[in-house]
Nanobody, 123 residues
Framework: QVQLVESGGGLVQAGDSLRLACTAS????????MGWFRQAPGKEREFVAA????????DYPDSVKGRFTISRDNAKTMVYLQMNSLQPEDTAVYYC????????????????WGQGTQVTVSS
């Protein structure tokens, strides 16, 4: 079992930046990918970013590509999401997750989830 705790959310204005952090209770495994998802009220959970074990591979949907950056520090069992040029449509609860395998861009690809951190972007 792996517990994940997100932090860094808050209320910001459009154009601002936030850096989310996710701490894992233990090392997730040698090859497990990690990712970030978000869920806005009344909407399905949406893929935001994924990163491979060694950080050599990342992926983002078009909606955040060029604005969001995922990174990880395996020594500290942490994963980060740097979010720049935030827009009101980025408002959601953001979740970090550990993949079942080496990679995933869909929610079913992930096994462990954090409780989420709220990000609210005002216009």
């Amino acid at each position: 079992q792996v517990q994940l705790v997100e932090s860094g959310g808050g209320l910001v204005q459009a154009g601002d930046s936030l850096r989310l952090a996710c701490t894992a209770s233990r090392r997730t495994g040698r090859n497990n990918g990690m990712g970030w998802f978000r869920q806005a009220p009344g909407k399905e959970r949406e893929f935001v970013a994924a990163i491979s074990w060694n950080g050599g591979r990342t992926d983002y949907p078009d909606s955040v590509k060029g604005r969001f950056t995922i990174s990880r520090d395996n020594a500290k069992t942490m994963v980060y999401l740097q979010m720049n040029s935030l827009q009101p449509e980025d408002t959601a609860v953001y979740y970090c997750a550990v993949a079942r395998g080496v990679w995933g861009v869909r929610a079913p690809d992930y096994r462990y989830w954090g409780q989420g951190t709220q990000v609210t972007v005002s216009s």
